[in-house]
């Protein structure tokens, strides 16, 4: 089923994302299943949290006797992101979250790049609109949408409306889409953003670099979606062609 793959192809991104190595790397990997993938997953943070538990959670209580800029600048010029991403899981949401108000958005970006978003859930909810908006263009900018895509899944929906209004780039948008695992989540707001707008998003998917990607989004979009996009390009019988080609099976 399309659904299992692309929940496969997601715990293998997460994977890799976690241990920072690339595709060709541990190949092996493509050989489990996705609940073997995801049990890996969660047994590999359960390792590199519970095996240091002792010192994050001393880290943790020195913390909250330290003013949260102090705090902030331990993290950036002692700790690191790595370790800062780990010493977060051992932190109340609003405790990170008050930590992180004082980081560059370059360094709060290198910590996100390091933590696995279900497990952060509450924190990603309670960031400020402003900080969060940053840090997915800093993660735009790296190309980095795995991530992004990730932390949409967890970031409130009204939220994750203004940040997609705000991207410019419709490349960008698709890709952040392709890469949340709850595609139709996002798919609901497409038809807020007006005529113009999706006519920029389609025309950007039926595009042969990124058609793949934009096939597989659609075929989470709902009956009003498809019948919106197809008037959408009604005066453009080729690209209307394609888009009727690419959700055929729909």
Request: proline letters at 4%.
């Amino acid at each position: 089923m399309q659904e299992d793959k692309e929940k496969k192809e997601f715990e293998l991104h997460s994977l890799r994302n976690l241990l920072g190595v690339s595709s060709e790397d541990f190949h092996f990997l493509t050989k489990l299943n996705v609940d073997e993938l995801a049990l890996l997953k969660n047994q590999i943070l359960t390792s590199m949290q519970d095996g240091q538990r002792e010192i994050f959670e001393t880290i943790a209580k020195v913390s909250r006797f330290m003013p949260n800029f102090l705090n902030a600048k331990v993290s950036h010029d002692i700790l690191g992101p790595q370790i800062t991403a780990n010493l977060s899981y051992f932190l109340s949401p609003k405790e990170a979250i008050s930590i992180a108000s004082h980081f560059s958005t370059s360094f709060f970006s290198d910590i996100i790049e390091h933590l696995v978003p279900e497990r952060i859930s509450e924190m990603i909810a309670l960031t400020p609109f402003d900080q969060m908006r940053r840090a997915v263009n800093e993660l735009i900018n790296r190309g980095n949408f795995f991530v992004i895509g990730s932390l949409i899944d967890y970031t409130p929906i009204e939220s994750v409306d203004k940040i997609a209004r705000g991207i410019p780039n419709p490349d960008h948008l698709i890709l952040i889409t392709y890469n949340c695992q709850d595609k139709s989540r996002v798919l609901k707001l497409f038809q807020n953003f007006g005529e113009t707008r999706i006519l920029e998003v389609l025309k950007a998917g039926l595009n042969p670099t990124l058609f793949d990607q934009f096939k597989i989004i659609f075929e989470h979009a709902d009956e009003s979606l498809l019948e919106f996009s197809r008037k959408t390009l009604e005066n453009d019988p080729t690209e209307l062609a394609l888009f009727n080609q690419m959700v055929v099976n729909r």
